[in-house]
């Protein structure tokens, strides 16, 4: 009689042995997708900040900079921008790589600007609604993409927000920029005068003068006292200024040309910094405008005649007859010295009109010591 036997396993062993392998990688294969989708977020929306204002998110980036409205750049806090509330700031936004836009966030706002092209880059004027920190973040797309309405975005040459703080003094005798993400270029700045103080200055600082790991270049100009070693003549007048220039290279020596807007009609300009004249100092006396060039910065002075006064001509208090003899207009009738004339014959005055006499034979002294007289010559009868 034959048995019949029956299997009740669920599979053989190897069959046991591929399902615990599989259970035992299954763990690794998951986190491996975890950590493939985390990277991929993290290309859209990483976010940083460094040290030349430029954040950047995949491959779009922007570079922030803020002015205030007395053209002044702000420095970046950590977080963003330090903002007044009612204060007026220009934000330019320089974009690089492919195309985004740009959030803006603060106390109370989350604001969003349109397509920044990398081209074209985008400027806006910000009225903060609240005093605070806002930061200027980038992202990669289109807003429209995430659902926000066209209308609500921040476009080129929009003012957000209403000013309402006065715009503050520019400070005399400062001026100052920040160094952009992408590296210094020639760069131009210019310090506010202050009236029978200092003159407005400018300078243009070559990229090739400027330290590459300078944060910001600043122009101060204040007034001081003049070196010694420079000779000012008895009419002339001196004025000596401060001006320094942080940023440039340890040894420079790129030409920097500056540019003082000094009073107009000056003579006798010549400027000097510390005690030695500058040879291509050029003073127009038109304009007031004195231009020069230097690698290195100090006191600098400039020293100068009066202003002309075309009132004044010659030397007051002289008159110069005109060349017909005639009498100036005011009266004033020139000193001449008449020719001598002889006395008549008896001591008397020459009848007025009548030539002068001739000449009298005066003889010599006589033995006895009478005096001499004066004889005439008589005729016979």
């Not at 003073?283 to 009132?311: H, I, N, Q, R």
């Amino acid at each position: 009689m034959m048995r019949t036997q029956i299997n009740h396993s669920t599979g053989s062993r190897p069959q046991r042995a591929e399902l615990r392998c599989l259970l035992a990688v299954l763990p690794v294969i998951l986190a491996a997708l975890l950590c493939l989708t985390a990277a991929t977020l993290a290309w859209f929306q990483f976010t940083r900040t460094n040290p030349g204002n430029s954040v950047q998110a995949g491959s779009f980036g922007l570079t922030v900079q803020v002015t205030d409205a007395a053209g002044q750049q702000l420095q970046p806090t950590e977080g963003g921008f330090a903002l007044d509330k009612g204060a007026s700031y220009t934000v330019s936004l320089a974009a690089s790589g492919t195309t985004g836009f740009c959030t803006v966030s603060g106390p109370g706002q989350f604001l969003r600007t349109t397509q920044a092209i990398p081209a074209e880059g985008l400027v806006f004027t910000l009225a903060p609604d609240e005093s605070g920190t806002y930061a200027f973040a980038p992202s990669w797309g289109s807003p429209e993409n995430y659902g926000y309405d066209g209308q609500t975005l921040i476009k080129n040459n929009d003012t957000v927000g209403t000013p309402t703080a006065p715009a503050p003094e520019p400070v005399p005798g400062t001026a100052s920029a920040v160094r952009p993400a992408e590296g210094w270029t020639d760069t131009t700045l210019t310090a506010p005068g202050q009236e029978n103080a200092l003159p407005e200055t400018s300078v243009t600082v070559p990229a090739g003068a400027i330290d590459e790991t300078a944060e910001q270049l600043v122009l101060t100009v204040a007034s001081a006292g003049m070196p010694e070693g420079i000779t000012v003549q008895e009419g002339e007048k001196a004025e000596t200024w401060q001006i320094g220039l942080s940023g440039l290279k340890e040894n420079n020596a790129a030409a920097v040309a500056v540019r003082m807007q000094l009073s107009a009609g000056l003579d006798n300009v010549r400027a000097y910094r510390g005690a030695d004249l500058i040879g291509d100092a050029a003073y127009d006396p038109a304009t007031g405008l004195l231009t020069f060039t230097t690698a290195s910065f100090g006191p600098v002075t400039v020293v100068s005649g009066a202003p002309a006064d075309p009132g004044e001509e010659g030397t007051p208090g002289e008159d110069t007859p005109p060349a017909d003899g005639n009498a100036p207009e005011d009266g004033i009738v020139p000193d001449e010295t008449p020719e001598a004339e002889t006395p008549p014959e008896g001591g008397g005055a020459a009848p007025e009109g009548d030539a002068p006499a001739a000449a009298e034979t005066v003889p010599e002294s006589r033995p006895d010591g009478a005096p001499n007289e004066t004889t005439a010559e008589t005729p016979l009868a």
